[in-house]
């Protein structure tokens, strides 16, 4: 099955700078890669996702890049502001038409200072 | 509402309890998903619910049995659960076509004592 990782566990950086979270993940046939955020007692929202026809995928201060032979996909969030705080994770799963369950890292906390 | 809720946001149970987890999806999919969320731990996928189908189950005990009787609809019937079951429980939702795009519930914190 799928094994997702995800570093690192913790990030702080300080307000305006930008923010970089990295996922490896094992099974090649993997084609879709969505990222979630989540707030203290809420669920994950997802925030971008990025499937395997494509590099790179850009909304506004959130970037997600993939590279299928090298097997990972980076989160990269500039200018990053108070409310960027919060844990994200990555996930990875093969889109094949059907239900299919999301494989998950451990999640990354990002601490934006002030 | 809008989304996905879930209800109760919050339950304690003892280990010889008989409870339910409610989900219930309003954006018209209809494909279903149960995961648990332990500290320290990734998400993990319990159930997966394609047009009211079962169709997969990721190895989960039998103290766990989700029922859904629409596409609307999700539970989650627990007994006789154990100390190491106490978790966030989220609900998702997706179109089953596209099997992807899932949106998550607020979940169900469970505390088993």
């Known amino acids: 099955g799928e094994n997702v990782e995800q570093h690192p566990s913790t990030l702080s950086v300080q307000e305006g700078d930008s923010a970089v979270i990295k996922c490896t993940y094992s099974d090649s046939a993997s084609n879709y890669f969505p990222w979630y955020k989540q707030e203290l007692g809420k669920g994950p929202q997802l925030i971008i996702d990025?499937?395997?026809?494509?590099g790179e995928k850009k909304d506004q201060r959130i970037a997600v890049t993939l590279n299928k032979t090298a097997k990972h996909f980076s989160l990269h969030i500039t200018e990053t502001q108070p409310e960027d705080s919060a844990v994200y994770f990555c996930a990875a799963t093969y889109s094949g038409g059907g239900a299919d369950g999301l494989t998950f890292g451990k999640g990354t906390h990002l601490i934006i200072q002030p | 509402e809008t989304g996905v809720t879930q209800t109760p946001r919050h339950l304690v149970m003892g280990m010889t309890n008989k409870k339910s987890l409610k989900c219930e999806q309003h954006?018209?999919?209809?494909?279903m998903y149960w995961y648990k969320q332990s500290a320290k731990k990734p998400l993990e996928l319990m159930f997966v619910?394609?047009?009211?189908?079962?169709?997969e189950n990721n190895s989960v005990p039998s103290r766990f049995s989700p029922e859904c009787p629409n596409s609307s609809h999700l539970f989650l019937h627990l007994h006789t659960l154990q100390p190491e079951d106490s978790a966030l429980y989220l609900c998702?939702?997706?179109?089953?076509?596209?099997?992807?795009?899932?949106?998550f519930g607020p979940g169900t914190r469970l505390t088993v004592t």
């Open positions: 998702a939702s997706s179109q089953a076509k596209r099997g992807d795009e899932q949106y």
């Open positions: 990025i499937r395997s026809n494509v």
């Open positions: 954006l018209g999919h209809n494909a």
């Open positions: 619910y394609s047009l009211e189908e079962r169709v």
